[in-house]
């Protein structure tokens, strides 16, 4: 395969040839969105002009209309005045009124005092039960008397509809006799007189000084592009309006004309582009297959810190890197070309290596990568982890494998000698658990030296009196030895925990290690008032462990319950040790009755140098954690729902 280092610029003029095309289809845009932009700004004040004008014919017709209606009381008043048969008049002529006007509910003559003289069609207005006779008196009856002239009441709601009222004083010569009261629904109102084609084009409501909606008609739905109007509905005035709402209307033909043309204008313009194509496809084609091939150099040369090498499909390598070569000791010439075994490949590792190999010409080369031992050309050998990818070229095609090489040598060795003092860290950490435990002890070897003493005198007492019998001195001497393997056993148990050695798997018995534990542990916890609870079942299933891992992690969990119960009451001083069995695996639960863990603490308790004591170094959970998890188990807290915190962890029955 071969390479140029010289870089690749496209041409001035191949890019002049599709920047200008660009620059014309932007500014075609720009120009339709600037067209699109005015024409709906005119058509939107055209609308509104209309609006305008059509709410104003609107609030004339129903002035005229309310205007007509006062005009035509006012004459019933005057000829009621002077009439022989003032009751059978007014009956023929508010029936006429009705009958004419829909909008009229209700038509009544009053007496001068107020009370109905004659009323259509029924002697109960709508006015009854919505507001007190005696205020409607007050307000419009007498505000008609003293004026003079007819009055138009407030809107007052009734039987579900908005209605206001016209008082027309009637005179006879300069004195009031009564008053004709025409009650107007403002619904009936609307809908009387608003044409059919208003409907169709607004959505017309009555509002008042408040805003709210007494009447409406239209068969439109308002929407948040709405345009809309409002004019003063006087009469009845007292701060009602007249508003008009108008949707948006379609577009109209000029419009869909100079669209369509830009359109057009716009496919003309890309149809040139896709001719320029044309003109421009073998040229592109060309760089296209250099800039792949200058591409598949630069990713490999840059990836200076990791050795990169491509195989074909036989596995025949096709490129190194210079950072493989320096990897491998090689030069790219001795590499390129090679077919398996390879020249870096481990003699000792042959076959494993070869079935790798294979797996990766099969497609099956795992996605986390594998690790291998290659060995340099000077002989020696280091760890290498590979990724192996399938390799693309332009047109799609699956030529061969690349790999990334990662020399992990060091990395090995680092993790190795984190191992190592971990485990130093382990025994450390034992002997500072022996250490604050060496009171308990004391404690534990004072009782069986005290009793060696007593029989060793016991039996020097005997020799020195002559009176004894050997009897005696068997029964003394073997209680003297059984305290002195009581005493080796606790020596040898603490020599067996604190000495250093390398973690060993082997079958115990978990009951053991945890009488061992609490041990270890009980003399601590009587000085502090806690009683232990051992709750063990019955049965002895081979653990595979190491006793004494499992016994430091014990010891940790029970100190750490007993130091977080040194506030509580000493009635609530229990500390319970439990184990049962699950399925594969046994699980241990150190239950104390403390104060408990809060939920902020919980997230960084088993970071490392993370511990809520004021001289904790923070290692001791960590370190448990650790321990747990070399056995395959788990280590977690909880809640004790009676108060405190359960500290759980599980083993694995049989190997791990």
């Excluded at 004659?118 to 007498?142: K, M, N, V, W, Y």
Aim: hydrophobic residues 40%; contains cysteine; proline residues 5%.
């Amino acid at each position: 395969m071969r390479f140029d280092d010289t870089p690749l610029k496209p041409p001035v003029w191949s890019s002049w040839y599709l920047t200008m095309p660009k620059l014309a289809v932007g500014l075609l845009v720009a120009l339709l969105i600037a067209l699109l932009w005015l024409l709906q700004d005119n058509e939107k004040e055209e609308q509104r002009a209309t609006l305008i004008a059509d709410v104003l014919w609107l609030e004339q017709s129903i002035r005229f209309h309310l205007d007509s209606n006062r005009e035509q009381l006012q004459q019933l008043a005057l000829d009621l005045a002077v009439s022989g048969e003032a009751d059978k008049l007014f009956e023929t002529r508010a029936r006429h009124l009705m009958r004419t006007n829909p909008e009229l509910a209700h038509v009544a003559w009053l007496e001068r005092n107020g009370v109905t003289r004659h009323a259509l069609p029924g002697p109960i207005s709508p006015r009854q039960g919505a507001t007190p006779a005696r205020e409607r008196e007050e307000d419009h009856f007498d505000l008609a008397r003293k004026l003079g002239k007819p009055v138009f009441s407030r809107v007052f709601p009734a039987q579900r509809e908005s209605f206001f009222e016209l008082y027309v004083p009637v005179y006879s010569g300069n004195e009031l006799v009564g008053m004709l009261v025409a009650t107007h629904s403002l619904g009936g109102l609307i809908g009387h007189l608003v044409p059919w084609w208003f409907t169709e084009k607004y959505q017309l409501q009555v509002v008042d000084d408040e805003g709210a909606v007494l009447a409406s008609k239209s068969k439109l739905e308002a929407d948040s592009t709405s345009l809309s109007h409002q004019v003063v509905l006087d009469p009845p005035g007292y701060g009602l309006a007249l508003r008009a709402v108008a949707n948006r209307v379609a577009t109209s033909t000029v419009r869909n004309l100079i669209i369509t043309l830009i359109i057009f204008l716009a496919g003309a313009v890309f149809w040139s582009l896709w001719v320029m194509r044309g003109l421009m496809r073998h040229r592109l084609t060309a760089e296209q297959a250099l800039r792949t091939e200058h591409a598949f150099r630069k990713a490999m040369e840059d990836s200076l810190t990791v050795g990169m090498r491509a195989r074909d499909r036989s596995g025949r390598i096709t490129y190194v890197n210079p950072a493989f070569c320096e990897m491998t000791g090689f030069a790219a010439n001795e590499l390129i070309g090679a077919l398996p075994p390879y020249p870096y490949w481990n003699p000792e590792d042959l076959e494993r290596t070869q079935e790798l190999h294979d797996k990766v010409l099969d497609g099956l080369a795992p996605r986390e990568g594998f690790e291998l031992r290659f060995r340099r050309r000077n002989g020696e050998c280091f760890e290498a982890l590979v990724y192996e990818a399938p390799l693309i070229d332009a047109d799609g095609h699956h030529t061969g494998w690349m790999g990334s090489v990662l020399d992990i040598t060091e990395r090995k060795r680092a993790e190795e000698l984190s191992r190592q003092q971990e485990e130093k860290l382990q025994a450390t950490s034992r002997l500072v658990t022996m250490g604050e435990l060496a009171s308990t002890l004391a404690h534990e070897l004072n009782q069986p030296l005290a009793a060696i003493s007593s029989y060793n005198t016991g039996c020097l007492n005997k020799l020195s009196s002559g009176n004894y019998t050997v009897e005696e001195l068997r029964g003394a001497l073997e209680k003297l030895g059984i305290q002195a393997q009581r005493a080796g056993k606790i020596i040898r148990r603490v020599h067996d925990f604190v000495r250093k050695s390398e973690p060993k798997l082997a079958e115990c018995d978990l009951a053991e290690v945890i009488d061992d534990a609490i041990g270890f542990i009980e003399h601590f916890a009587q000085k502090r008032q806690v009683h232990i609870e051992r709750e063990l079942p019955g049965w002895r299933y081979p653990l595979q462990a190491d006793s004494v891992m499992v016994e430091q992690v014990l010891l940790n969990l029970m100190r750490n319950s007993i130091e977080a119960m040194g506030e509580a009451p000493p009635d609530r001083r229990r500390l319970a040790v439990r184990a049962r069995q699950l399925d594969g695996e046994i699980e241990v639960r150190v239950i104390d009755n403390g104060t408990g863990i809060a939920e902020a603490v919980k997230e960084r308790l088993f970071t490392p140098f993370f511990s809520t004591k004021p001289d904790g170094m923070g290692m001791g959970l960590n370190i448990c954690r650790s321990i747990i998890e070399f056995h395959k188990g788990r280590l977690w807290i909880e809640d004790n729902p009676e108060g405190g915190t359960i500290f759980a962890f599980t083993l694995p029955l049989g190997s791990p």
